[in-house]
């Protein structure tokens, strides 16, 4: 992407967060927000390379990692002792990784309200988890920071790319649309790209990505 078609892209949602107000939520359709992301989105496109840089150069966060482990690659079962296992489909895109690309791949599309209310506490379950298990001892602010960072890249890379999807797809029935329409929950390829789109600019309202992006290309 460059800067050109990223200004394009913002604008783009900012029409579809006005015309189409069921499928975003109000705090990521206010003008305040979308102004804000004017600023910060180009921000992190000039400096991709340097938060690429930044999410490698944590090697006490880079592990194996299953890129997309949400639910639908996942199965889970009770083992004779009633105990509840889990396992994972697809491996193909695994590999050594930053965690934070690994958490977003497995939340990416999970509620906004599982965001919005338990975010801190999984993340505490996972640093936990690796500590337990002789990783190292991770820190939750530093790893919730390096979610953000990949989460605005993820977004301005291609999650932008949603809104003019639906409105080629829907014209403008698009306008009377809402997530939970039959339209678009029984489509995954709408359903599931809207969902991550709704969840990344949520965090990037909540969590002040411009903020996040300066402290890491601080020398």
């Given at each position: ?70 639910v ?5 079962w ?40 338990h975010l ?71 359903r ?7 969840n ?20």
């Amino acid at each position: 992407i460059n800067a050109d078609k990223l200004n394009r892209r913002l604008d783009q949602l900012a029409d579809f967060a006005e015309t189409s107000p069921g499928l975003l939520p109000p705090n990521v359709r206010s003008p305040q927000f979308i102004s804000r992301l004017r600023d910060d989105a180009p921000r992190f496109l000039a400096h991709e390379p340097a938060v690429w840089s930044y999410l490698a150069d944590h090697p006490d966060f880079i592990a194996l990692c299953h890129w997309n482990a949400n639910v639908d690659n996942a199965w889970y079962w009770r083992d004779s002792d009633n105990a509840l296992n889990c396992g994972l489909m697809d491996w193909g895109c695994a590999g050594q990784m930053n965690v934070a690309m690994a958490l977003w791949g497995a939340m990416s599309g999970a509620e906004t309200d599982m965001w919005d209310h338990h975010l801190d506490e999984l993340l505490r379950l996972f640093v936990s988890t690796i500590s337990d298990c002789g990783g190292p001892e991770l820190v939750v602010a530093e790893l919730r920071n390096q979610i953000m960072l990949y989460v605005g890249i993820m977004t301005v890379a291609w999650l932008l790319d949603i809104p003019p999807l639906i409105r080629k797809r829907f014209g403008d029935a698009a306008r009377t649309l809402t997530r939970k329409d039959p339209v678009i929950k029984a489509d995954e390829s709408v359903r599931a790209p809207l969902q991550m789109l709704t969840n990344a600019l949520n965090l990037w309202e909540t969590q002040r990505f411009g903020q996040i992006l300066d402290a890491a290309l601080r020398p």
